[in-house]
């Protein structure tokens, strides 16, 4: 199961960062007994391809087999992704043979629901699931990109949050989660990115903190050996 040392409080409930090799982009909500991902974008590479930049086709392949290790390393009975699940709305019909075989095993071993994000917002439900735009989960917004001004808990992706840190004097970028909070006790959580092929934003980017208000506090939740770390990225002025 995963460490409790990788748990941390959300909006009087718990969360679990979910340690990896590659590192830890998926989350575990134990109350739910639900998986959450954020950004696979399967077919990147096949998308590229299609315009000339030619990129090795096996990021689907990997990307699924992620969320498999993740699955089995929670117990997780339910997976909701935050959409861009697939590069653009025709990934799922580029699908290599084995990775299509992969992704429908997955869906069909757990209860699989699908948020649609702006990669991806005409993606057919053929590789199984259930296709919504967003979901309220006991009390919780589950949707693509933040919403400015929303004041219910919510989690979502699309930003591909990184946060800078430095260990034994190596300046290391690694995949984090941002989680905002306000004097009330509420809060929202921008996962990171968890396909194999995506990049990232600075955790601290405006574009970022501007989406989490309103807030008190913004900080970058990253695990450090067997820790998880907590990197303060915005204060309300005082």
Known sequence: MVPVSF???FCDDEFVLVPQQGGARAMFWPRENAL???????????????????LPPYDSRETLERVADAIRITGARRLYTLGDNFHDSDGSQRLEEHAAGMLSALTRAVDWVWITGNHD????TKSGGTVVEELEVGGTVLRHIAKPGET???LSGHFHPKV???????????????VSSRKDGAGRMILPAFGALTGGMNAADP???????PASAVDALVPAGKKLARFPLWREAA
């Open 121 to 124: 917002p005409a993606m057919e």
């Open 207 to 213: 574009a970022i903190l501007k989406a989490l208000q």
């Open 164 to 178: 800078q840190v430095e260990i034994r004097k190596r300046r290391i970028r690694r995949a984090c989660a941002v």
């Open 152 to 154: 219910r808990p919510e």
């Open 7 to 9: 748990a941390f409080p």
């Open 36 to 54: 959450l991902v954020a950004d696979l974008h399967l077919e990147k590479a096949s998308f590229y391809a299609r315009h000339g930049q030619m």
